[in-house]
């Protein structure tokens, strides 16, 4: 055989065995990547979806592998009293869109040519402290004055730092405070364990 006919049949054979193009540059066109992701704690529900041509609308379960360029779309359901601080993907910050969904409870992004570990990083929620309401109010009609307060240790130094209180403030449950009494006629003060 001569070059011009072997040519045009090693050319044929490669485009048949698929080994021209996207397989001989070292790429697969079949190749499939991981899509994997977890609930945190504050978020009771987190799906995502995806199309694609031979299935049309899918539930990408976590772990499961598929082409790199599909659109994924992640959506989160988060209780209440917590809120999605923002989302990670392969531990870079991933954007989120649209905005407007408060908290960005949807993701979207395009499946690259790796697999992904798709973290949602939840805001620390706030927990409500008990608190009272300190009156310092005298028990005479002819007044005089009370004062109270009490002791924090300084997580810092470990010293205990004085926190004054006037009246009507809040303080939290089961604070022991100091107080002073001081009456009008200025015969004496007294310490009042509370």
Same mark, same amino acid.
């Given at each position: 055989m001569t070059k011009r006919t072997l040519y045009p049949i090693v050319?044929?054979?490669?485009?048949?065995l698929g080994g021209w193009g996207s397989k001989a540059s070292?790429?697969?066109?079949?190749?499939?990547?991981?899509?994997?992701?977890?609930?945190?704690?504050?978020?009771?529900?987190?799906?995502?979806?995806t199309t694609l041509p031979s299935k049309g609308k899918v539930v990408v379960t976590s772990g499961r592998k598929l082409p790199a360029g599909v659109?994924?779309?992640?959506?989160a359901t988060?209780?209440?009293?917590?809120?999605i601080d923002h989302?990670?993907?392969n531990g870079e910050l991933a954007q989120h869109e649209p905005e407007a969904y408060g908290g960005a409870k949807m993701m979207e992004m395009e499946m690259p040519e790796e697999d992904i570990d798709v973290v949602i990083v939840m805001k620390? /929620?706030? =927990?409500?402290? +008990?608190?009272? #309401?300190?009156?310092?109010?005298p028990s005479t009609p002819d007044g005089g004055m009370l004062s109270a307060y009490y002791l924090e240790r300084n /997580?810092? =130094?470990?010293? +205990?730092?004085? #926190?004054?209180?006037?009246?009507?403030?809040?303080?939290?449950?089961?604070?022991?405070?100091?107080a002073t009494a001081v009456p009008n006629s200025g015969s004496g003060?007294?310490?009042v364990p509370q």
């Open positions: 050319f044929a054979l490669l485009l048949l070292g790429q697969s066109s079949r190749a499939t990547y991981a899509v994997r992701y977890t609930l945190p704690k504050g978020v009771s529900d987190l799906r995502c979806v659109q994924l779309t992640f959506t988060v209780e209440a009293g917590y809120e989302w990670t993907v620390q /929620p706030e =927990t409500p402290t +008990e608190e009272c #309401t300190v009156r310092l109010t /997580p810092y =130094t470990g010293e +205990e730092d004085a #926190t004054y209180i006037d009246d009507g403030d809040r303080v939290p449950k089961n604070t022991q405070l100091k003060t007294r310490m």
